[in-house]
């Protein structure tokens, strides 16, 4: 019957036509009667025949119905149990080849089934859909959309044709006609049969196609005979009428289109659809796209996803809030955000002005708003936050780091003070006396780490840090490393082991030597710090281009957290005042920073529990010539005392030079000392010194400028320079000027020996 509506609704529109055209002052004419009375008669015709073919096509299909019931054998449906196990059953297999054989001749069919009905309920007994398909209903599967009319066909044993009928496969034409057993004539099944209503109903719809064009075509007819008679009083007014508004709406046109041409901001119109109906032409400015391609868009072309969910949530929210807000609706208005798609790609931000479009009935039939750009405010406020956000954090991280800082730098600053009044005691051993100086060296030593460590961060945060390559041997530095940590290794009972990719004629390379020594320490000072027991491994490998460099340990490992954070700055293992370990937290993120700097790439690997790798890359770079580099380290005391050395030490601290002389008065053959730098040129020139201790920063003129004055005097004269500078750029500048060697302050009487008998 759906059809029949259309049609209705067809006809009715023409009437309504008509009648517009009909009506003269007020007043119906006699024209409009007689179309209405042919228009009646033609919706009646209309009807009939509907009815006519309907019926028609039931009796088809209930006698299609009927015979595909009379070839199914009721003894094969009686030997079934109503149950899964029936599919393995010859009869059930024999019914269910009659029905897909059924299908394949009658395609008008879509579903061909049996059910029978046990205890008001009724079930599927076989149907013509293969096991496969989605839509199989096993025997025995209880037919859940059975309606009334199926219900009708078995317990009432009369044959139904449904209406439309929906369920979950569809919406369906069906008839069921009850199956009898011949012998008792008693109803065992029903059989149903499933046609598309959409098909079918199109098919009734093309045989009623002929009448009802007729009609269409007579009642057309006879309204455009009405309508010419008509159409002449009409014409001269509507065409008046017209001239008015179109002159109108053209002089408004114009106005408005002046004010949108002159506008930065978006003005738009949109229907409750979602189409857009007009925008200024600032909407090429904003997006990218002209009047017409904008308004050829859909709204999801106009907005990103997020938006355009936002957009029609809001139309249709406006619509609602009119309808049901009667006071001030008219002057309502929201503002929003939306973000808009542009031609190039990019996205831009725009906030919306929004209110709802009313014609002159009073009827809302669309929104209209102005949008005004605000992608760089938006993205401005986003910085800001973002900016607060990383201050924020920043700060945390800051003060998390400067309260661990007051307590590395207290407590070996406490180790120093407290250990130097103990030795102020009387009747101290010399045992206690000595054990009491090892801690304030080891406490000294600590502290001039983490001293170091602030300046190296600092240097890396402010960008001072530079690489200073310089030739050296590789596995000479492993070599070093391994007698360093030896002792502490051997302390804690723990295995330290090192392996070199290279032999060594072939392990020198040219690249930054301080730096690369900074990051093994750090790395092999981490692993034997977190190691109890087992085993610390470091060495490298080389991997075509590159050198790649490994520490591992059997220690506690880092968690995957950790793992996260482990090299940034400010940021510890631990961040709580409960950790087991001493140190500030700088040596990772400072190690990381050089790795960068030096082109390589650092990463580490670990097992919670296990222990940890860390492994990382720097470039391979061969020196142009293979310097060679000796060490002699095996000269004792008593040999600098017989080569009748001539020390000259220029330093202007008392405390320096108190601690030197103690070092040298009774191993040198000759020992001077100057206080400024014009003193030590002098002093040069008078006792010409085997070796010059030089400090940098002089009264005067300073070591430099010193260092330059004398090399213009002797070149064979080796110049050590010492000084409270200790970055690696210093030591660059003094070997530059002509300085031999450099040592950084603080160092011990060993480290200062040992570099002098270096030139021995």
Known sequence: MEYNYYICIIICNLLLMNKKAQIINGKLTSEFLIFVVLAIAGVFYIYKTWQYIQHNRENEILVLASSAASLIQANLLDSLDISIEDTLKPEYKKVKRDLEDFVKVNDKSRFVYIYTGIEDDIFFVVESEPHYSDDWSPPGQKFTEANEDCRA?????????????????????????????????????????DFNSKLWYKKIFLELAKSVFLVILFLVASMFLITIRLKNRLLKKEIAERNNKENEIRENEIKYMRIANKMTDVVWLMDLNGKSIFVSPSILQFTGFTESEYLDQAIEQRFTPESTSIGLKILSEE???????????????????????????????????????????????????????ITEKRKAKYELIKAKEKAEESDRLKSAFLSNMSHEIRTPMNGIIG?????????????????????????????????????????????????????????????????????????????????????????FINTDKEKLYAILTNLIKNAVKFTSSGRVHFGYKKNKNELLFFVSDTGKGISPEQKEYIFERFRQGSESHARNYQGAGLGLSITKAYVDMMGGKIWVDSVLGKGSDFNFTIPFKIPLEKTEHSINGVLSLDDIKKSGLKLLIAEDNEDTVMFLRYVFENIVN???????????????????????????????????EVTKEIRTISKDVIIIAQT???????KEIALKVGCNDFIAKPYTDTEILELVKKYI
């Open 153 to 193: 066909a078995f317990y009432e044993s009369k044959p139904v044709v449904t209406k439309v009928v929906t369920d979950r496969w569809g919406k369906w034409i069906s008839v069921y006609v009850p199956i009898k057993n011949k012998d008792t004539g008693k109803t065992i099944a029903a059989l149903g049969m």
């Open 319 to 373: 619509v609602k809030l009119y309808h049901s807000n009667t006071v001030g609706r008219k002057d309502h208005k929201r503002i929003l955000e939306m973000e808009y798609l542009c031609k190039d790609g990019t996205t831009k931000w725009g906030e919306l002005i929004v209110s709802p479009y009313i014609n002159d009935s009073g009827e809302i039939i669309g929104i209209h708003g102005v949008t005004r750009d």
């Open 419 to 507: 250990f130097a009044s103990l030795l102020k005691r009387p009747n101290l051993t010399g045992e206690k006396q000595q054990q009491y100086i090892s801690l304030i060296e080891t406490s000294g030593t600590r502290m001039l780490n983490i001293i170091n460590d602030i300046i190296d961060i600092s240097k890396i945060e402010s960008g001072q840090m530079n690489l200073i390559s310089d030739d050296f041997n590789l596995n000479e530095i492993l070599q070093n490393l391994m007698q360093f940590f030896k002792p502490e290794t051997d302390v804690k009972k723990i295995e330290l082991a090192f392996s070199c990719g290279l032999n060594d004629e072939d392990s």
């Open 670 to 704: 000759e020992l001077y000392f100057a206080k400024t730098g014009n003193e030590t040129v002098e002093k040069f020139k008078k006792y010409s010194p085997d070796i010059i201790l030089m400090d940098i920063q002089m009264t005067g003129l300073s070591g430099y």
């Open 724 to 730: 409270a500078y200790a970055f690696s750029e210093d």
